[in-house]
């Protein structure tokens, strides 16, 4: 007999991405900190446009793109994403009494680490995403703006130690839970094994346009064909 091998999610998104380090996107200079280090390590693909200033990062590659300005505006920070943006490791979004505004059409995936040496559960070993800021669109969700939030292993909604009531829009896909805690309202949809809701009734909005503008390299966002192989035959009529 014959068999299909299917390509897995780490394999399709590696051959379109652009891959950051481990991120914290809170309103200090971390995120410059960690992408000055890749790019002194010589870690960006060649041909990758990388421009750090202050605070902030611009980094652009192909089709993908992103920055992120954590002093936009008063505690508000801008993320401008489109594409694919992969991390290697854990993601951090936001802070508490910050905001985060996104612009553009695009999936971030925490993918965990590469270094087999760490062990799981530190930092940047694992592809868990953790968001304690409103993360909210520019302009119309999702038709102009749309965010896919997805990681490896699990995701975090206002879990953190004086987290509180958040709001947010995106499309999030977890491998494993989704933990939405506080009365968190959320624009989109849950994908995961397991989902809790906490306590304190959260609620999440489904949005039916949703389907037709995901954004690019969530799961779902394409059409994927493959050939399987065919056999030729001939026949006659008598």
């Given amino acids: 007999g014959t068999s299909t091998t299917y390509p897995d999610y780490d394999t399709f998104f590696d051959t379109y991405c652009l891959t950051l380090p481990p991120l914290v996107l809170d309103d200090s200079n971390s995120a410059a900190i960690a992408i000055t280090q890749y790019q002194i390590e010589g870690s960006f693909p060649v041909g990758a446009d990388v421009s750090v200033t202050g605070d902030s990062f611009t980094i652009t590659y192909g089709t993908n793109s992103i920055s992120y300005d954590p002093t936009h505006a008063a505690d508000t920070a801008l993320l401008t994403i489109n594409g694919m943006i992969k991390i290697e490791g854990d993601l951090v ?48 969700f999702p038709t102009q703006d749309v965010l896919g939030v997805v990681a490896k292993r699990d995701i975090y ?60 390299g969530l799961i779902g966002a394409e059409d994927i064909w493959i050939t399987t192989g065919f056999k030729e035959r001939s026949w006659r009529v008598d």
């Avoid at 059409?105 to 530190?122: H, K, Q």
């Fill in 93 to 140: 979004i936001g802070e508490k009494s910050l905001d985060v505004l996104y612009d553009g059409r695009g999936t971030i995936y925490a993918a965990g680490g590469t270094d087999t040496s760490v062990e799981a559960g530190e930092a940047g070993a694992i592809g868990d995403i953790d968001v304690h800021s409103n993360l909210i669109p520019v302009g119309i």
């Fill in 157 to 216: 909604l206002a879990d953190g130690p004086g987290d509180s009531q958040l709001y947010m829009a995106a499309a999030f896909y977890g491998g494993r839970e989704i933990k939405s805690t506080k009365q968190n309202q959320i624009a989109g949809t849950f994908v995961c094994d397991v989902f809790d809701m906490g306590t304190n009734v959260p609620k999440i909005y489904q949005v039916p346009e949703l389907i037709n503008n995901l954004p690019p």
